[in-house]
Nanobody, 123 residues
Framework: QVQLVESGGGLVQAGGSLRLSCTVSGRTFATYAMAWFRQVPGKEREFVTG????????YYADSVKGRFTISRDNAKNTVYLQMNSLKPEDTAVYYC????????????????WGQGTQVTVSS
């Protein structure tokens, strides 16, 4: 069984910063590709960022490139999303996801998902 739990969401002013965390159960975290997706009502869940098992390869959606940073600490079974220069359009439910192969860009690439954490950016 693999379980993912997100934390760190909340309300922040535009231009501010927020740091999300995702902790994965078990002792095989270091073998997983990890990713963050986000979703707003009426829209499809979209890829935000992902990283391979070692953290040496990272990928970002154009909308967040230069503002968001994904990182991981395999010793803590945790992946992070540092969000800077937040904009109102970043408001969404953010989901952590884990996969058993390389980084993918669709939800079908990730069999394991967290329950999501709400991020709200006020203007």
């Amino acid at each position: 069984q693999v379980q993912l739990v997100e934390s760190g969401g909340g309300l922040v002013q535009a231009g501010g910063s927020l740091r999300l965390s995702c902790t994965v159960s078990g002792r095989t975290f270091a073998t997983y590709a990890m990713a963050w997706f986000r979703q707003v009502p009426g829209k499809e869940r979209e890829f935000v960022t992902g990283t391979n098992w070692s953290g040496r390869r990272t990928y970002y959606a154009d909308s967040v490139k230069g503002r968001f940073t994904i990182s991981r600490d395999n010793a803590k079974n945790t992946v992070y999303l540092q969000m800077n220069s937040l904009k109102p359009e970043d408001t969404a439910v953010y989901y952590c996801a884990a996969g058993q192969t390389g980084v993918g860009y669709t939800l079908h690439d990730y069999p394991y998902w967290g329950q999501g954490t709400q991020v709200t950016v006020s203007s």
